[in-house]
């Protein structure tokens, strides 16, 4: 969560007093993201977080705050948006886009073990069930079509290799897109995101409990399997070498299935969307390291890590197996 834009306590104090939830009493940079300005947002009544959007714009914000507002209202642990005394919860602060939410319980768990995975297969078959019925639709802006602008652009700091890796991917993925199968998949709002650091665990009595998903704003309106295949991608990997930890992606699978069962054309086309899912965060890694924008904390991932998953996703295609 890098800074870009630099908010003054006191401005930042004036837009709290406006939603009344109390006085604010600290306010910090957050470190972590490179997309959006984010602060810790502390009053005497509670703990928030206040975004300032750098790239996000007023006609599309509706979308991504109206979808938590929807989620949290239906007991979906995520951050609900604070409204002002109009009923708004998309601000305007220093001329952008702005929105406070209340912060979520717990800190991330970067080395997730089996039953932090079935945690968050479960909660993701609930948030895309009580997603279903939200009805503001946008596409997912960072999807295939967002992939097919951006390759030429990195494709120059790429070596013969790599140009060869991705064309291929691109390729491959545009003809899956354009099949009846894909067609078929089942689609709604999708974080499409849900990475170890955009989840919380709370620990309770010694027991790791799921304190929430944040960062929705990569979400839009896909296909399931596609935040299935991301949340593989990164919940069931082994970080240093990029391959699959079997029993992990099993046990995940299994549990999202046993909240909203997978349909036969869904398991077929996992592979392929697990692949997707490894293209679409390489061709992103690549763009925010090649073409960086300046703000302080700022700290690009490194784009060779979803490299090795995608052509470890080519070779060796993981297939689950319900029993």
Known sequence: MAVFTEVPFDTARRLIERLD??????????????????????????????TVFERLGFEQLPFYLGLMKHLAQRGIPVPDPQADAEGRILLELLGKPAAVVNRLPGRHREAPDRAHAEAVAAMLARMHLAGADFPLRQPNLRGLAWWAETVPVVRPFLDPAQRALIDAELAFQQQLAASAAYGALPAGPIHADLFRDNVMFTDADGEDRLGGFFDFYFAGVDRWLFDIAVCLNDWCIDLDTGALVEARAQAFVAAYDAVRPLQANELRLLPALMRAGALRFWISRLWDLHLPRDARMLAPHDPTHFERVLRQRVAQPWHYERS
């Open 21 to 50: 939830i109390g006085t604010l009493t600290t306010l910090e940079g957050a470190a972590g993201g490179i997309e959006n300005t984010n602060y810790f947002a502390d009053t005497d009544r509670g703990r928030y977080v206040l």
